[in-house]
C-alpha cells in the first residue's frame, strides 16, 4: 500500500482527528477551542467527506492565518494558525511519517535525542510527555558532567523551523523510505500553508504552531545525531533544535562545532553563531534550564507560600538591574503559581516594560483578578495605548481587560480602541480582541458587525467572531443576517461555525442549498436540519455517541417546549467531550441537568417544586429526588460538584477555599458511565415519558 493511500484512509483521519483533540499545547488549542467543538458535532460525516475529496485529489489546503509573537531578541517569533480540516491532513500526513521514522530513531530516545519523541501508534497522545524528556536532558548533562567531560558548548540554529528547505525535506523523506509522490504531496501542502501574509510562496518552512511540525522537523534534524570525529570522546544531546556538546577538552569541542556548522550548511540550516559560547563547566546546574531543580521552597504540590514566592520574584528580577529577568523558565513557573497582589502586579509592569515577551505568562496572571482594582486597570489601558510595536501584546492586553474592568475604565477603553478598528488592516488576533470587546459593550452598529463577520479577509478571525456573537449588543435580525449568508462562505471554518449557530438559533438559510459551504451542508444534514424525519432526535443522536449502549428515550415528551433548547445543550456537550474540551463538556452538561431537573419535576408531582436555575439548592436538599431518581441525582450532583472545581467557573472551590484548576480529561469516563445510568433510569419511568 503505498504512503499516500494510508494517508487518505480513514482510519488514519480519525487517528489524526483523536491526536489533535488530545494536543498537550494549550498555547495552540486556544485558538482552536470553539472550531475543534463545532467540528465533533458531525465528525464522523465530515471525515468520511475529507477522505472521499482527498482519494479525488480534489481537496485543496486553505491559506493559513498567521500571528506573530516578540522574542527576547526583540524580532518576530511566526505562529500559524491552519484550518481544523487542514490540521487533520496534516497529522495524518505526519502520522505515516512518524510511523516510518521511529524504528530509525526511538534507540536514540532519552540518550541522545530528549524532544519530540513519538509515542506510537496506540498511544492516546501523539508525543511522549516532554517534561520526562527534558528531565533526562538535564540528567544526561548532568552524568557527562560527573564523567568529566567539563567543556560545554550549545549549538542552535537560526529559525529552524522557517528555514528547513522542502528539497532537503523531501531528500530525507525519500531517503526514510517514502515515495515520491507522497514527498511531493506533503511538500505542496507545506507551500500552502507557509506562506507570508502578503501571498508570497516560499519552497521552504514549516509552520509553527501545528502538532505535527515537530515531528516532522525530527525528520531533517536527525541528521545531526549522526556525529562522528575519529578519536574525540564526546558527549552528544539534543532537544529539538537546541545540541549541547560536551568534551574532555576545548580543542574537542571546537572540532565538534566545526562539524556541525558543516553538517548544517549541507541541508541549509544556520547556526546562531551569538549563542555558541565555549566553556568550562564550573557549576552545572546553572547550565542547565530545568524548572524545579532545585525545587522551589515556596511551592510544594498543592500549597503555595505566596510570600515566599513574591520574594523569589523579587530576587530574579532585581530592580537593581533594570528588572531584567535572571531566570525566564523559573521567573513563568513562580507567576503562574503567584496569587495577584498589588505590589506583585505593580513591578509586573516595570518587567513587562524590558520584556514584552513574557506578555502572556504575565496576562495569564491578571486574569486571576475576577475584577482588576482601579488602579491597574488603569495601567493596563495605558498598556494597551502604548503598546503600537507588537500587535499580538496589545490583543492579549485588550483580552484580559475585557470584563474585568470597572464602568469608568471601561469606557475610557472604549474611547481609546473605536478609532482603532480598521477591520481590513488589523492583525487578526488585534481584530478579535478588539472586535469581541467593542461588540460586547455597544461600540459597534449592526453594519459594522456585519461588515467584520462577513467580508475581513481573516477566515480564523471571521469564525471566531461569529462564534462570539450574542443578542445583548447586536440585534437578532442582524446575527441571523451574518449566519444565515455565512453558511456559503468560501471557508469552511467559517461555514460550519454558521451552519451550528443556525441550527442553535432555529434560523432559516436565507440561501439556496446548491449554494451552501459542503461542510455547511454535511453538519446541518447530521443535525437533521436537511431531509429531517420525524424519529430524528438530537438528543439521543448526541447520547449514543458518548453511552452506545443507552436507550433511546422520548426526550421531546419529557421536555416539551424546552425540547429544542435541550437538543442543543445535548449536542454541544457531546461535541465539547469530543474536542477534549473537558470544562466545556461539565459546564454545558450541569447546565443540561438543570433543564432536565426541572422537566422532571413539572411532569412528577409526587417531587414538590423546582425553580429553573437553581440547580444548586435543589442539591442541598434532594431527599424526594434522591428516593425516586437517585442515579438522576447522583448525575447531578457529582457534575455540579465537579463544575465548582474548574477555574472557568469560580476562582476557588467552594468549602475547601483551594484554588480552582482545570479538570481531568480522566474525569470523561465516570462521567459518561453516570449518564447512561441516569438515562436508563428515565427510560424505566413510568411517570416520565
Same mark, same amino acid.
Given at each position: ?15 489524526? !482527528? ?21 467540528? $465533533?458535532?458531525?465528525?464522523? $460525516? ?15 489546503? $486553505? ?8 522574542? $527576547? ?13 487542514? @490540521?487533520?491532513?496534516? @497529522? ?36 511522549? /510527555? !516532554? ?28 529559525? +529552524? =523551523? ?20 507522497? &514527498? ?8 500552502? !500553508?507557509?506562506?507570508?501574509? @502578503? ?50 577538552? *576545548? ?54 507560600? @505566596? ?8 530576587? %530574579? ?51 486571576? =483578578? ?73 461600540? %459597534? ?7 467584520? +463577520? ?43 461555525? +454558521?451552519? !451550528? ?55 421531546? /415528551? ?30 454545558? %452538561?450541569?447546565?443540561?441537568?438543570? %433543564? ?37 441525582? &447522583? ?21 475547601? &477555599? ?22 436508563? *433510569? ?8
Amino acid at each position: 500500500m503505498s504512503d499516500l493511500t494510508k494517508m487518505r484512509s480513514i482510519e488514519n483521519l480519525r487517528r489524526a !482527528w483523536r491526536w489533535i483533540r488530545s494536543n498537550a499545547d494549550a498555547s495552540f488549542k486556544s485558538y482552536f477551542r470553539q472550531h475543534y467543538q463545532s467540528y $465533533a458535532i458531525a465528525d464522523d $460525516a465530515l471525515l468520511a467527506d475529507l477522505a472521499d475529496r482527498l482519494k479525488r485529489n480534489v481537496y485543496e489546503p $486553505a491559506p493559513p492565518c498567521k500571528l506573530y509573537a516578540p522574542k $527576547a531578541s526583540g524580532i518576530l517569533r511566526p505562529y500559524s494558525l491552519i484550518t481544523v480540516e487542514d @490540521q487533520i491532513v496534516y @497529522q495524518a500526513a505526519v502520522n505515516i511519517v512518524a510511523d516510518r521514522l521511529l524504528p530509525k530513531v526511538s534507540h536514540r530516545y532519552y540518550k541522545h535525542v530528549f524532544g519530540h519523541l513519538y509515542a506510537g501508534k496506540t498511544s492516546t497522545w501523539f508525543y511522549r /510527555k !516532554w517534561s520526562d524528556g527534558y528531565k533526562a536532558f538535564n540528567d544526561a548533562a548532568r552524568k557527562a558532567d560527573a564523567d568529566g567531560f567539563e567543556y560545554t558548548a550549545s549549538f542552535d540554529l537560526t529559525a +529552524c =523551523y522557517d528555514s528547513i528547505d522542502h528539497r532537503v525535506l523531501r531528500h530525507f523523506l525519500e531517503k526514510n523510505g517514502h515515495d515520491p509522490e507522497f &514527498n511531493k504531496t506533503l511538500t505542496s501542502y507545506l507551500e500552502r !500553508w507557509t506562506p507570508t501574509e @502578503q501571498g508570497i510562496f516560499h519552497n521552504h518552512g514549516i509552520p509553527q504552531g501545528p502538532q505535527p511540525s515537530g515531528l516532522l522537523s525530527e525528520v531533517v534534524l536527525s541528521h545531526f545525531d549522526n556525529l562522528k570525529l575519529k578519536q574525540v570522546d564526546f558527549r552528544y544531546f539534543r532537544y529539538v533544535d537546541d545540541i549541547r556538546l560536551f568534551a574532555r577538552n *576545548e580543542h574537542d569541542l571546537r572540532r565538534l562545532l566545526v562539524e556541525l556548522d558543516m553538517m548544517s550548511k549541507d541541508i541549509g540550516l544556520f547556526p546562531q553563531s551569538g549563542k555558541i559560547s565555549i566553556h568550562r563547566v564550573k557549576n552545572i546546574e546553572k547550565e542547565l534550564k530545568t524548572i524545579s531543580n532545585p525545587s522551589e521552597t515556596s511551592v510544594k504540590r498543592n500549597f503555595v507560600d @505566596q510570600k515566599r514566592l513574591r520574594k523569589r520574584i523579587v530576587k %530574579l528580577t532585581p530592580g537593581a538591574k533594570g528588572y531584567e529577568i535572571e531566570n525566564p523558565t523559573r521567573f513563568k513557573y513562580l507567576l503562574a503559581h503567584a496569587d495577584p497582589n498589588s505590589e506583585l502586579t505593580a513591578r509586573l509592569w516595570k518587567i513587562l516594560d524590558r520584556h514584552p515577551e513574557i506578555y502572556r505568562s504575565a496576562c495569564n496572571y491578571l486574569r486571576k =483578578y475576577k475584577r482588576l482594582p482601579r488602579v491597574p486597570s488603569k495601567r493596563l489601558i495605558e498598556k494597551i495605548k502604548e503598546e503600537t510595536l507588537y500587535q499580538s501584546v496589545r490583543a492579549e492586553y485588550i483580552k484580559v481587560a475585557d470584563g474585568r474592568l470597572g464602568d469608568i475604565e471601561e469606557r475610557t477603553l472604549a474611547k481609546l480602541v473605536k478609532p482603532l478598528w480598521l477591520p481590513q488592516s488589523l492583525h487578526p488576533e488585534l481584530l478579535v480582541s478588539m472586535g469581541s470587546f467593542l461588540i460586547r459593550t455597544g461600540n %459597534l452598529t449592526s453594519n459594522q458587525v456585519i461588515y467584520a +463577520c462577513r467580508h475581513i479577509r481573516s477566515w480564523w478571525a471571521r469564525a471566531t467572531l461569529i462564534q462570539g456573537l450574542n443578542d445583548e449588543n447586536i440585534p437578532t435580525i442582524g446575527i441571523e443576517k451574518i449566519i444565515s449568508g455565512g453558511i456559503d462562505d468560501e471557508s469552511n471554518e467559517v461555514a460550519r461555525v +454558521c451552519a !451550528w449557530e443556525l441550527y442553535a438559533r432555529q434560523v432559516k438559510p436565507s440561501r439556496k442549498r446548491s449554494q451552501w459551504n459542503r461542510e455547511a451542508a454535511i453538519m446541518l444534514r447530521e443535525l437533521g436540519v436537511i431531509g429531517k424525519v420525524s424519529t430524528f432526535c438530537g438528543i439521543n443522536n448526541s447520547f449514543l455517541k458518548l453511552c452506545s449502549k443507552a436507550p433511546e428515550i422520548k426526550w421531546k /415528551k419529557l421536555f416539551g417546549t424546552h425540547h429544542h433548547q435541550a437538543e442543543r445543550y445535548a449536542v454541544e456537550m457531546v461535541s465539547a467531550a469530543t474536542a477534549v474540551n473537558i470544562a466545556a463538556f461539565v459546564n454545558v %452538561l450541569d447546565t443540561f441537568n438543570d %433543564l432536565l431537573l426541572h422537566c422532571i419535576y413539572r411532569k412528577d408531582g409526587t417531587l414538590g417544586g423546582y425553580n429553573l436555575g437553581n440547580i444548586g439548592g435543589i442539591m442541598n436538599s434532594p431527599a424526594a429526588l434522591a428516593s425516586n431518581y437517585p442515579a438522576v441525582m &447522583n448525575l447531578a450532583q457529582t457534575i455540579h460538584s465537579k463544575r465548582y472545581e474548574s477555574l472557568y467557573s469560580h476562582p476557588v472551590v467552594r468549602g475547601s &477555599n483551594k484554588p480552582t484548576g482545570r479538570i481531568s480529561y480522566k474525569f470523561l469516563k465516570p462521567a459518561k458511565v453516570l449518564l447512561e445510568k441516569a438515562i436508563r *433510569e428515565l427510560s424505566a419511568s413510568k411517570n416520565l415519558t
